[in-house]
């Protein structure tokens, strides 16, 4: 397959079995975030939010995958996706048997309040530490100093 350039051009180069299941997973995923944007990322069609990719969909040649381009998302929903062929990240389905709406909804949603976390963190500000500074040397420490300094002659190399 050419490197797709739209979501169109991949669904279009499909088996018309795995471009139904795919169309569909399209869709629920659009109704599911609707503040994301299409997009391909890593020659896959996905879709991002903020700038950050939420989700890709893909096909191969035995099975359709629901990539939630995380292992948190699936971990914490391991008993929704027990049905499933799994591995991190990737959610594996026959065309014939895809997820169910309120399971992609369930999973989109989670992963939107993953990167809606991690915003939340980078936007925390940082502590700030105090300056390290040498502490001031008293005048007994200054003494030592000019002691040892008459004590031991420096070398001219």
Same mark, same amino acid.
């Given at each position: 397959?050419?490197? &797709?350039?739209?979501?169109?051009?991949?669904?279009?180069?499909? &088996?018309?079995?795995?471009?139904?299941?795919?169309?569909?997973?399209?869709?629920?995923?659009?109704?599911? =975030?609707?503040?994301?944007?299409?997009?391909?990322?890593?020659?896959?069609?996905?879709?991002? +939010?903020?700038?950050?990719?939420?989700?890709?969909?893909?096909?191969?040649?035995?099975?359709?995958?629901?990539?939630?381009?995380?292992?948190?998302?699936?971990?914490?929903?391991?008993?929704? %996706?027990?049905?499933?062929?799994?591995?991190?990240?990737? +959610?594996?389905?026959?065309?014939?048997?895809?997820?169910?709406?309120? +399971?992609?909804?369930?999973?989109?949603? =989670?992963? %939107?309040?993953? +990167?809606?976390?991690?915003?939340?963190?980078?936007?925390?500000?940082?502590?700030?530490?105090?300056?390290?500074?040498?502490?001031?040397?008293?005048?007994?420490?200054?003494?030592?100093?000019?002691?040892?300094?008459?004590?031991?002659?420096?070398?001219?190399?």
């Amino acid at each position: 397959m050419a490197r &797709p350039t739209s979501h169109e051009d991949y669904l279009a180069a499909l &088996p018309p079995s795995q471009r139904a299941a795919l169309q569909r997973l399209r869709r629920q995923i659009a109704a599911a =975030a609707p503040g994301a944007v299409e997009t391909i990322t890593y020659s896959l069609p996905g879709f991002r +939010l903020d700038g950050k990719i939420l989700v890709c969909y893909a096909a191969r040649a035995g099975h359709c995958s629901f990539h939630p381009m995380s292992d948190r998302t699936l971990a914490d929903h391991a008993a929704a %996706v027990a049905r499933f062929d799994t591995s991190p990240g990737t +959610l594996r389905f026959q065309p014939s048997a895809p997820p169910s709406a309120p +399971l992609v909804r369930k999973l989109v949603r =989670a992963r %939107v309040a993953e +990167l809606e976390e991690a915003a939340a963190a980078r936007a925390k500000p940082k502590a700030k530490s105090k300056p390290k500074t040498k502490p001031k040397a008293t005048a007994s420490a200054k003494a030592a100093a000019k002691a040892k300094a008459k004590r031991s002659p420096r070398s001219t190399r």
